[in-house]
């Protein structure tokens, strides 16, 4: 796939790896971060520290993507629109992402979308630009598996950088929760929170983890898990797929 546009971004294969975090375990690791890692742009300009992400996940009336999470497919896709408002106007920032995952590896495409095509993908199904490789794959994916959109997920999130410029990122996702919806900026929400007092760290990196990470991440016991935000959205608000008797 061709990206000439810099409102077209690919990001290559990378490793994410996830942690679930009690209050006490964010503020030491976030203190102890803070010789090696600096806010980044969002996070130093957003109220309190912390910016808003919105993303609308899409998903069939059989709950594929959903299921082939839960069984561990390699090579599954994700379809989501995101946002960083509650509200949408001319200027709200809106991205349509699909995210290729194998194992731990995930590789994500992102393009930038107006108001006005966002709004005509969710009337139509149909983008209303034709000239972008990332929404022909989009739309094909869309049509293909039958999607449409199914769980509104958002939290707030602290990024941060590393000091040196490794390649590295580093953010802390509060409040997470989620709510049944067929768009990004719903009328009403009866928001569900997935994890109560507990704050999500996701490490994103494209080669192995540095030292001084791997040696806090240790010191401090955290233990990876598997921990999809669409997942957890999914079982919160459909707690029938789960446990359907």
């Known amino acids: 796939m061709l990206i000439n546009n810099p409102k077209q971004q690919i990001i290559p294969w990378r490793f994410e790896y996830k942690y679930q975090l009690s ?17 980044d742009h969002f996070t130093r300009t957003a109220p ?5 992400v919105r993303s609308l996940y899409f998903d069939n009336d059989r709950f594929e993507a959903y299921y082939e999470k839960i069984e561990g497919n390699f090579g599954r896709i994700k379809c989501r629109i995101r946002t960083y408002s509650e509200t949408m106007d001319n200027g709200t920032v809106l991205k349509a992402e699909l995210k290729n995952r194998w194992g731990e ?32 794959e989009y739309e094909r994916i869309y049509h293909l598996r039958s999607l449409k959109p199914v769980v509104l997920v958002q939290y707030h999130r602290e990024g941060y950088r590393p000091r040196n410029r490794e390649d590295l990122r580093i953010t802390f996702d509060h409040d997470v929760k989620s709510c049944l919806a067929d768009s990004l900026f719903p009328a009403a929400t009866m928001f ?3 994890l109560f007092h507990t704050i999500i760290l996701e490490i994103k990196c494209r080669r192995n983890q540095p030292l001084w990470l791997s040696r806090l991440i240790r010191l401090h016991g955290l233990k990876y898990i598997a921990n999809s935000k669409y997942t957890q959205g999914v079982e919160a608000v459909r707690p029938d797929l789960i446990s359907p008797y």
């Open 105 to 136: 590896s995930i590789e994500k495409y992102s393009t930038a979308i107006s108001a006005l095509d966002y709004n005509h993908f969710m009337e139509t199904g149909h983008w209303a630009s034709s000239d972008n490789p990332i929404l022909e």
């Open 48 to 52: 309190q520290n912390r910016y808003l």
């Open 23 to 39: 209050s006490l375990q964010y503020y030491h690791l976030r203190n102890a971060f803070r010789i090696h890692l600096e806010p």
């Open 192 to 194: 569900k929170r997935h």
